[in-house]
């Protein structure tokens, strides 16, 4: 079954400091994997696109990692500041349909 | 940047009422666009596949008549919430994919619109 799972559910972090956020996937075949930042009230916004072949990609202070071979992911966030509050979606595409398979997201803190 | 709007942004209606919102891709032409339903502390479910032209495919457990889908054209789709209830009360999404020969399901979404049903 396709899956994508993340961690930690929630973080709280504080103004300034760097953290990395988690995403297993078991989407089988893959065709990419996205970082979305969804801000309350608001649609989810692509921070990174990454496909098989590619093992780290950086947007800012953003930076999102691909093992291919474990199916994990990550994505850094350096020297957070307080707009990097938000749910962190890590989604899946499949290559046979192109379905998107959604992580549950991680909710990000930030606090002065 | 591909943009994709939403309007309303939320709306508020008694139950019983049916309620439209519209998903527009302005500077795009959009052949598939998608819905999704939110609730709280929950990650996006996708609701239904619009093709331009041709019925919407809705995911199971989705009832395609109380949430009639139209995609009348390139860069409009239109959700109906017929006859709401509060249990429909949620943050409904839309997305639209720019075909792209690399990121082939590249989809850009909406702001969201929030659904309060009384």
């Known amino acids: 079954k396709n899956q994508v799972e993340q961690s930690p559910q929630s973080l709280i972090i504080l103004e300034g400091k760097n953290c990395t956020l988690q995403c297993n996937y078991t989407v089988s075949p893959f065709s990419n994997l996205r970082w979305y930042k969804q801000d309350t009230g608001r649609g989810p916004v692509s921070l990174t696109i990454?496909?098989?072949s590619e093992n780290t990609k950086s947007n800012g202070r953003y930076t999102a990692t691909l093992d291919a071979d474990t199916k994990q992911s990550s994505l850094h966030i350096t020297a957070s500041q307080l707009s990097d509050s938000a749910s962190y979606i890590c989604v899946v595409s499949a290559k046979s349909n192109y379905q998107l398979i959604w992580g549950a997201g991680t909710k990000l803190i930030i606090k002065p | 940047g591909a943009v994709v709007s939403q309007h309303p942004s939320w709306v508020i209606c008694k139950s019983g009422t049916s309620v439209k919102i519209e998903c527009r891709s302005l500077?795009?032409?959009?052949?598939?666009m998608f819905w999704y339903r939110q609730f709280p502390k929950q990650s996006l479910m996708l609701m239904a596949t619009?093709?331009?032209?041709?019925?919407?495919?809705?995911e199971q457990g989705v009832e395609k008549d109380k949430f009639l889908i139209n995609h009348a054209s390139l860069t409009l789709s239109t959700l109906t919430v017929t006859s709401a209830h509060p249990e429909d009360s949620s943050f409904y999404i839309c997305?639209?994919?720019?075909?792209?020969?690399?990121?082939?399901?590249?989809?850009?979404f909406g702001p969201g619109t929030r659904l309060t049903v009384l």
């Open positions: 990454m496909t098989f």
């Open positions: 500077d795009f032409q959009a052949t598939t």
């Open positions: 997305s639209a994919r720019d075909w792209d020969p690399v990121e082939a399901d590249t989809q850009y």
């Open positions: 619009s093709n331009e032209g041709s019925k919407a495919t809705y």
